[in-house]
């Protein structure tokens, strides 16, 4: 085998060519790695976005329900004042017309944890991701509102029936309670419509809620809405 021996460099011309030769190939080779990587990272983002904004649209269905509903809710926390009212002797007693604790589905972050963790986000342009990360850092302070939210209304739940029996300290408590579910419904409506907000500037498409949504669920009662709720899940 015949072995070619490089030649030898006489001047510092035939120097510097050489060496721009070796760089300038190894400053393609790199670009080439760096575009293909690129475009790797092009196509994980779109994906991830696509399930992002599929998973906010969902969440969006569970703020625009809670909107919808927030005037017989309103009405339900007036219902109740003036139950407390008749009952420290201020007025005439009465029984609720209807009664429905106001907790949702709970919301679900899984896709944003996934996409985390496989550090697909750090692609993602800068402004892009201060939205999602200020939309998904809101649902754990949701989920905390819930429960305080939860409990207060199984509190407020026995005006379903006559309650003549409370004690001064019993209807204390319940006025307390009522002050929580108050404070946390509106918590709830105020960062449903900044969080709505938030995924209007992402871009994302909003859930249409049926027009006759917040009348349905107002007039049927709990053992209603929960049959509804496993006629639609049992549906093929």
Not at 124 to 130: D, I, Q, S
Request: proline share 5%; charged share 25%; hydrophobic share 40%.
């Amino acid at each position: 085998m015949e072995i070619h021996k490089p030649k030898p460099i006489h001047n510092w011309r035939e120097f510097l060519k050489e060496y721009a030769i070796i760089v300038l190939g190894v400053a393609t080779a790199l670009a080439a790695e760096q575009a293909v990587e690129w475009l790797h990272w092009q196509s994980e983002v779109g994906a991830a976005r696509k399930a992002l904004r599929e998973e906010i649209a969902t969440i969006d269905g569970f703020y625009l329900r809670r909107i919808a509903i927030a005037p017989c809710i309103a009405k339900q926390e007036q219902e109740i004042k003036a139950i407390l009212d008749g009952l420290d002797g201020k007025g005439k007693v009465a029984l609720l017309s209807s009664f429905r604790n106001a907790v949702g589905l709970p919301m679900v972050d899984s896709e944003w944890q996934s996409q985390r963790s496989a550090q697909v986000l750090t692609h993602f342009p800068h402004a892009e991701l201060a939205l999602m990360n200020r939309y998904y850092s809101v649902l754990p302070m949701m989920a905390a509102t819930f429960d305080a939210e939860s409990a207060a209304w199984s509190e407020l739940s026995i005006f379903q029936s006559p309650q003549n029996h409370l004690t001064p300290s019993d209807i204390a408590r319940l006025r307390g309670q009522l002050n929580r579910a108050q404070r946390t419904e509106y918590g709830t409506i105020l960062f449903a419509y900044r969080m709505l907000k938030v995924s209007d500037q992402l871009g994302v498409s909003r859930p249409k809620i049926p027009s006759d949504y917040a009348d349905r669920i107002c007039s049927q009662s709990e053992d209603q809405i929960e049959a509804g709720y496993l006629k639609d899940e049992m549906r093929p």
